[in-house]
């Protein structure tokens, strides 16, 4: 079959509504009323007053596409085939209502009735936790699914600490032997390991136990169902791609940097991963400004400031050396506008809040060329041939530029950068920032949000880049 990406998100929201489920609007990626989370990164994160009991929904079936934004995700993208920034979590959700047994013969008759989605069945495996016997038996009975179909997998328990928590079963799909990224013996080369052959498209969580405080489970009165499928790797099995970027929901954007930047996707090589970064940060990138989180030093704000700087020097990789981003916006106003309207109704805040952004970027890399000359000028007097790390710490530090133009740039003048010293002094501020943290206490309070922000205000973005750059 081929659908188009709208259509394959419209008929898993017709499907569950079918199933007497109601249609619930994508939430804004900036959570409402939840101080815990710093994006919704999940359809059951928009849910959980619900699955707490705090309110009781009109309708205990729900279904929902919640577009999610995975920060943990940021250095996996266009290093994988399936991995975004942003993407789309097709979800049904039963408060109390149904459980096990509905929950996976629906995502069975949803993925392979020729009404649906008509995927050939030997295709697809599934993982359960080992201790679910309930699950694999609707697997293998009820479904029919041949053993080998069915793996045992020790970590498929969904638990947060204390709390709702249970079992659950993962679905993928075989994209076929070619797409093996690992060795046959490779411990992870399995139906359900971490590889792109066998592709993990939907996950169904049994909420069936509490969590308690001493660490036992009781069963929960109510159960629960919340599953996830991501809309952007059923698109690429149905409209078979090598990758979630070559779907339509990232192909334009792909095509509008090829124009800009004169480089053929195609044939692009390992630049490829330049065109993919690209069309998934600016995918992100408006989608939350739309939502109303700006560019800043810290939290949210830090993350979008991280994604559009990787843009930009991902950009650089392709020779654009100019601002250009916001010429992407429309085009992601063309892929989803029909679905998520403010990404349209606020295309000119989102335009003009990137431009400033990168503007202000491209300065940044403009002072720090200007300071770097000053460098190197005094090492020719000195008669040295090495950067300290001090000082491409300082240019990283103060200017935010980054290590690898730094390397760049000076091997370009015949001179090396220290790069271990480099790192050393990147530890040090570490440290002085986890000291910072250790005297405050009332920063303790967040520490759900900090936790995040101190992996994300280390800048690592910028290690696995080499740009290609030219000295002006
Ligand atoms: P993976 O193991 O591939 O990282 P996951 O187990 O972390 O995925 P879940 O938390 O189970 O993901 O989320 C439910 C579904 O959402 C997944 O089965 C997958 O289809 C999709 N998904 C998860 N993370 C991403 C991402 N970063 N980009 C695109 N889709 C994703
Ligand atoms: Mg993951
Ligand atoms: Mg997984
Ligand atoms: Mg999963």
């Known amino acids: 079959k081929k659908l188009t990406s709208s259509e394959i998100r419209s008929m898993f929201l017709e499907f569950f509504e079918e199933k007497g489920h109601k249609v619930e609007k994508s939430a804004s990626l900036v959570p409402v009323d ?10 059951v994160a928009t849910f959980k007053k619900y699955f707490d009991g705090s309110v009781i929904p009109e309708n205990p079936r729900i279904t929902s596409s919640q577009k999610s934004i995975r920060t943990n995700d940021i250095e996996n993208v266009g290093l994988t085939a399936r991995h975004h920034t942003m993407f789309e979590m097709l979800g049904n959700f039963s408060i109390g209502d149904y459980f096990k047994e509905e929950a996976i013969e629906w995502a069975w008759e949803f993925l392979t009735d020729e009404k649906w989605l008509a995927l050939d069945p030997e295709k697809l495996y599934v993982t359960v936790h080992s201790d679910d016997e309930e699950a694999r038996e609707i697997w293998e009975e009820k479904i029919g699914l041949p053993k080998e179909h069915v793996l045992d997998e020790d970590e498929n328990f969904w638990d947060i600490g204390v709390g709702p928590s249970g079992p659950q079963t993962e679905i993928f799909y075989d994209r076929g032997p070619e797409n093996n990224d690992l060795p046959a013996d490779h411990p992870e080369s399995y139906p359900g390991g971490e590889n792109e052959r066998w592709l993990e498209i939907w996950n169904l969580v049994f909420s069936q136990f ?10 929960l009165p109510n159960k629960n169902i919340d599953t996830g499928m991501g809309l952007e790797r059923i698109v690429s099995v149905i409209q078979d791609t090598p990758t979630n970027f070559e779907t339509d929901l990232f192909m334009p954007l792909i095509r509008k940097v090829e124009e800009i930047s004169g480089v053929e996707y195609e044939t692009a090589g390992e630049l490829k991963q330049s065109f993919k970064v690209i069309a998934d940060h600016i995918r992100a990138v408006t989608f939350a400004i739309a939502d109303g989180a700006l560019p800043s030093n810290e939290g949210r704000g830090y993350v979008l400031r991280r994604l559009i700087r990787r843009a930009v020097m991902h950009g650089r990789k392709l020779e654009i050396n100019k601002p250009f981003l916001t010429e992407l916006v429309p085009v992601v106003g063309e892929i989803m506008g029909d679905f998520y309207p403010n990404v349209i109704t606020q295309e000119a805040f989102v335009i ?11 300065e940044t890399l403009t002072e720090g060329l200007e300071h770097l000359v000053e460098v190197f000028e005094q090492l020719t007097n000195k008669g040295e041939v090495q950067v300290t790390g001090k000082d491409a710490f300082l240019l990283y530090d103060t200017f ?10 000076a091997q370009e003048r015949g001179f090396t950068t220290d790069i271990e010293g480099f790192s050393k002094e990147m530890e040090k501020q570490r440290e002085r920032a986890r000291a910072a943290r250790g005297d405050d206490q009332s920063m303790k309070a967040q520490s759900g949000v900090l936790s995040e922000l101190e992996v994300d205000s280390e800048f690592v973005g910028y290690t696995d880049l080499k740009v290609t750059s030219r000295l002006q």
């Open 352 to 362: 003009q809040v990137i431009q400033q952004e990168e503007n202000r970027f491209h």
């Open 34 to 43: 939840d101080p815990s989370l710093l994006w919704i990164n999940s359809g």
């Open 400 to 409: 935010g530029f980054p290590v690898e133009l730094t390397e760049e740039y």
């Open 210 to 219: 509490n969590h308690l405080p001493d660490d036992t489970y009781e069963p």
